[in-house]
């Protein structure tokens, strides 16, 4: 034991929290979010009480739920990045490794000595491997605690290679070369599909710019006139036939608070759209629909 004990290096066990530990920070971040969120949704409706002014309400309410939503959603993103910095750096744990075989190291002290290196988020996960290795624990447990820890399919597609290699034998720098080549073609087509569907995003948000522009000119101009004459209208007596008289009736605050709701309700889904073609999840359309939202308000509160 004390053998094994001192190849483990200082800070091999010093890595990032294990999966579990996200969902408890996430608890921890989210319980005072929705506390945040419920007080800003509560003071909206009590300055209501006292005012006639229902946009108030609106944008609280609105201010109040990403509230709540917007610190976990920013943790999820970051776990995202750390996920994203793994899979980079994985053919270039590869192409380490195979190195490291080439030079006549075996592929379990291979994994050690690329430990060592500057991969990013990975390394911290490959200390981990490390340490669990020279404990003396199961190759195919330590692999699969890795591939756990690190939480992506390419990782896990990867470590069941390696398994795999050390199982059947052979040339292993060959069959390292041919995991790597395939981990490359895998981010290679992954990036191909992220840049084909970019003009798609930009699809989205210039749709919705021209939707708050003819929202806009309809509440500033179209109904502004409107009004107008139905300030008249109320002075004298309806003339100008029944059409005229149906404009006395319109409610025209009503008109702009649906259109306002509206371009709510597209923001969201808009901005959910735009998270699932850009980045795959629909966890990363949550910054979109924070940047339309602000858009649809700065939009109406100029009008």
Do not use: C
Not at 172 to 188: A, G
Request: charged share 15%; glycine share 6%; net charge positive.
């Amino acid at each position: 034991m004390q053998k094994a004990s001192s190849n483990i290096k200082k800070n091999d066990l010093a890595t990032i929290p294990k999966p579990s530990f996200i969902y408890s920070q996430k608890f921890r971040i989210g319980v005072p979010s929705v506390v945040v969120g419920m007080g800003i949704i509560l003071a909206s409706l009590y300055y209501v009480s006292f005012s006639e002014n229902t946009s108030i309400r609106d944008v609280g309410v609105i201010f109040g739920i990403l509230a709540m939503i917007v610190p976990v959603t920013m943790l999820q993103v970051k776990e995202s990045q750390r996920k994203d910095s793994i899979d980079r750096n994985l053919p270039l744990f590869l192409l380490a490794l195979s190195s490291a075989v080439q030079s006549g190291a075996n592929l379990i002290r291979a994994i050690e000595t690329t430990a060592d290196r500057n991969m990013g988020s990975l390394t911290p996960e490959l200390k981990n491997l490390r340490a669990n290795l020279s404990w003396g624990m199961p190759v195919e447990e330590s692999f699969e605690n890795f591939a756990n820890r690190t939480g992506t399919k390419t990782a896990r597609r990867v470590t069941v290679l390696l398994e795999m290699a050390l199982k059947i034998g052979g040339d292993i720098r060959t069959n390292l070369e041919m995991i790597q080549k395939h981990v490359t073609e895998l981010q290679n087509l992954e990036k191909e599909r992220k840049s084909s569907l970019a003009p798609y995003t930009y699809t989205i948000y210039i749709s919705f710019a021209v939707f708050l522009g003819i929202a806009v000119i309809l509440s500033s101009q179209f109904f502004s006139q409107f009004e107008a004459v139905q300030q008249l209208l109320s002075k004298g007596p309806a003339t100008g036939g029944a059409f005229f008289s149906s404009i006395k009736d319109v409610n025209f605050s009503a008109l702009n608070q649906i259109l306002f709701n509206m371009s709510i309700i597209e923001a969201v889904f808009g901005g959910l759209v735009a998270g699932k073609i850009g980045a795959g999840t629909y966890v990363a359309g949550v910054k979109h629909i924070i940047v339309m939202i602000v858009m649809a308000i700065v939009a109406f509160m100029l009008v």
